[in-house]
């Protein structure tokens, strides 16, 4: 039976898959030529007269899409292998990720596995979220605040770290921030929330 540390890894690593899953469609799309990103202008040769021409090449965005396959690819094999699986058949991003989702539950046996899983899917998260330059969406996590006790954690993958978005929250420490200013959150990195969800 896995530990509660370990069903919170992979609980947070399946945030993270259903991010990468809807954002590596807009990353792919960031290849396209015209796309709104800002480009590197390339000389390209055409034919064997050496006439040039020139198309956008977004080589940071490029470098990420190998990455983040290349990630995926390795990361489904290693659970596959750990889960004493065969391998797959050769699909897309989205679908490799897909298939990791569903062997969560089986990677929850596993501790060290399951922390990799959460630690690689942030990890492309970030990279993909960074690429695409996009505002970060917060992501509901499981559990209550320690403070207000509410259902109101939230993270932001790219940054790392965990908020309590409930506005009425206090920690009743009279030196916080919390209890002069009705704007401040109560906000943590990710690995101090652990400690502080115990």
């Not at 945030?15 to 590197?40: T, Y």
């Amino acid at each position: 039976m896995p530990s509660e540390l370990t069903a919170r890894d992979t609980t947070r690593a399946a945030h993270w898959i259903d991010i990468l899953i809807r954002q590596f469609p807009e990353l792919l799309a960031e290849l396209a030529p015209g796309s709104s990103s800002p480009g590197v202008l390339a000389s390209r040769t055409r034919g064997s007269r050496g006439g040039a021409g020139s198309a956008p090449v977004r080589l940071h965005v490029s470098d990420a899409v190998r990455d983040i396959t290349d990630g995926v690819v390795e990361l489904e094999e290693a659970v596959r292998d750990k889960l004493g699986l065969g391998r797959a058949p050769r699909v897309g991003v989205p679908e490799r990720l897909a298939r990791i989702a569903l062997l969560l539950d089986q990677v929850a046996d596993h501790p060290v596995l399951a922390r990799h899983v959460l630690d690689e899917c942030r990890r492309m998260a970030r990279r993909l979220g960074h690429t695409l330059g996009t505002a970060e969406a917060m992501v509901r996590l499981d559990g209550r605040c320690p403070w207000c006790d509410s259902v109101s954690l939230r993270a932001l993958p790219a940054a790392g770290t965990v908020l309590c978005v409930n506005p009425g929250c206090r920690c009743g420490d009279p030196a916080c921030r919390c209890s002069s200013d009705p704007a401040y959150r109560h906000s943590w990195d990710e690995e101090e929330e652990e400690e502080v969800g115990r």
